[in-house]
């Protein structure tokens, strides 16, 4: 029983709902280390949305609502984590959402699948072909789902993927809160902020964005900047600890 007056109370229940998980096989129990490199950043730019990760939200929801055939992809770490609210993000965005897993077996699909059912979210499944230019198991798609999209969103990606889809033409949204990894640097739009944070915030931005902020939030994209913003703000954060 975990103390609702731990000073860690939100992270450590968080971290026993994702032990269930890894036990009942929704998460890899690498998913479960994923996560503490996350939570590591997530103490570096002092758990909270920066106003640059608000900016990237406003610009995610922005791509999203104007694309053609968007796709959320969702593996273990997202599902377990934030299910309701990809189902949440799905209904105002109109998005695909299709499960895709590094550590991937049919029963884990399956799994994952029925817990976003289970949370409201229109799952696309299927025949899953070896589409994507990968030598592992995240290279499995559906050919009318990510394979055809336009725009994937893509929460804590590995970055092998994140560049094929980028060199496949297609715009890529991450969520990652290292702004260093190789997926951060490689998307077309990164926002450095905690899955459970940036989705609530990228749904209420679809649900207020008129057509022109939106044409001007997708003509305003630099992940660049976005980065470097939050690389200064942890920068920022680690100056004062040493004063
Ligand atoms: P890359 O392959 O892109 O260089 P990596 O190998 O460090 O990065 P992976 O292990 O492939 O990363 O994926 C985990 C990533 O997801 C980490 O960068 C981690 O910071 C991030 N992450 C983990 N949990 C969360 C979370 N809840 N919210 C946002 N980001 C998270
Ligand atoms: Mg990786």
Known sequence: MIPKDHPRYHSLVTREK????????????????AHGRGEAFDYLIGERTTDSARLAERIAAAILLTAHHPVISVNGNTAALAAEQIAALQKVSGAMVEVNLFHRTEERVQQIEDLLHGAGADV????????????????WCRREGMYSAD????????GDRCEALVKMG??????DLNPLSRTARSATLTIVDE????????????????????????????????????????TL?????MD
Request: glycine residues 6%; hydrophobic residues 45%.
């Open 18 to 33: 994702l032990a269930g998980c890894a036990r009942s096989g929704i998460l890899s129990m690498e998913g479960l280390t």
């Open 124 to 139: 696309f499944s299927g025949e899953a072909e070896r589409l994507l230019p990968l030598s592992h198991d995240r290279a």
């Open 151 to 158: 725009v994937v969103m893509v929460p804590l990606e590995d």
């Open 170 to 175: 297609k715009t890529v949204i991450a969520i």
């Open 195 to 234: 899955l459970t944070r940036a989705l609530p915030g990228i749904t209420a931005a679809c649900k207020e964005l008129s057509e022109p902020e939106c044409r001007q939030l997708t003509a305003s994209v630099d992940n660049h900047y976005l980065l470097s913003e939050a690389i200064r703000e942890i």
């Open 237 to 241: 954060r680690l100056c004062h600890a």
